[in-house]
């Protein structure tokens, strides 16, 4: 699909749950370090974060199931997308490097899916650090209102399976373009080559990732009601970063996280979404700091 690779890195094809391979790169010695990526992006949304961590912990990046290099199944199921059965293939992959306990950190689709495996698999994942998202249960509670059309594609993708799926693809690359976009106000986050392989990737994916979209509204977010019921918390440190959501939304960042994470961070960055890229330094020192803890 890509010529483009972090460099430095080797690429392997892994395999997850259910023989789902999974396309990895990773690099380094050290304490590992997992990285997840967003929407509507791959693995490669790390590059410069990835590289520079690699200095000095063993580094895994990788595409989610569904996403980039990585197989795409029929959703036959919800659990196929589910972010448990996703946790999942974060756990075999890692094991597969001889990772039986890592930090994971997400930006995004990435981000719920590190918190999945935080809940899951308290004793493999020692840290989570949180790009620019809230848990899956509390991103429902506080889109309300005309400020809520910021999260348009959540509710579309949302729909029974058929028509997302036909209305994305008849007009795909204005989709995913229209995110690159609106979701990067310097305009120069990506170099062109780049921007046409996020966009490529995602035209080729339109089924799998509105799967992975329809059970955050569905598998997921039952998952995260049954945790917060039987009173499950994350029990590692957590750190999250994000723009300020929570004053136009009207939602504290603190309170949300903090219900769920009893060792927990937060701070906000003047940044876009794509913050990863935008301002690599300053993610890097992010999770650098949270690995001290």
């Not at 050290?30 to 912990?57: E, I, K, N």
């Not at 995602?202 to 995260?224: F, G």
């Not at 949300?256 to 794509?274: R, V």
Request: glycine content about 8%; charged content about 20%.
């Amino acid at each position: 699909m890509t010529d483009l690779t972090i460099p430095g890195f080797t690429y392997e094809r892994l395999t997850g749950v259910d023989g789902v391979e999974l396309n990895v790169a990773h690099a380094g010695q050290g304490s590992p370090v997992v990285f997840l990526h967003g929407f509507p992006q791959t693995h490669l949304m790390w590059s410069a974060v990835a590289s520079d961590l690699s200095r000095d912990h063993s580094v895994l990046a990788m595409d989610l199931r569904g996403y980039g290099e990585s197989d795409k199944p029929d959703a036959a199921t919800p659990e196929t997308y589910s972010k448990r059965t996703m946790a999942s293939d974060v756990v075999e992959v890692a094991a597969q490097l001889g990772h039986d306990r890592f930090a994971v950190i997400g930006h995004d689709r990435g981000a719920l899916v590190a918190v999945r495996a935080g809940l899951d698999h308290p004793g493999t994942v020692t840290h989570i650090g949180i790009l620019d998202v809230l848990p899956t249960m509390d991103t429902w509670d506080v889109l309300q209102g005309v400020e809520a059309k910021v999260a348009w594609h959540l509710y579309l993708m949302a729909q029974p399976k058929g028509l997302p799926e036909k209305m994305i693809d008849a007009v795909a690359e204005e989709f995913f373009t229209s995110f690159l976009d609106s979701w990067d106000p310097t305009g120069s986050t990506f170099s062109p080559e780049l921007r046409r392989h996020y966009v490529c990737a995602s035209m080729a994916a339109v089924p799998s990732i509105v799967a992975d979209y329809r059970a955050t509204a569905s598998i997921d977010l039952d998952m995260d009601r049954a945790d917060r019921a039987q009173g499950r918390q994350l029990t590692m440190p957590v750190a999250a970063i994000s723009q300020d959501w929570g004053s136009r939304l009207g939602f504290d960042p603190i309170e949300i996280w903090g219900a769920w994470a009893p060792d927990f961070t937060y701070e906000p960055i003047n940044a876009g979404h794509f913050m990863a890229e935008e301002n690599p330094a300053r993610i890097a020192e992010f999770i650098r700091q949270l690995l001290t803890r």
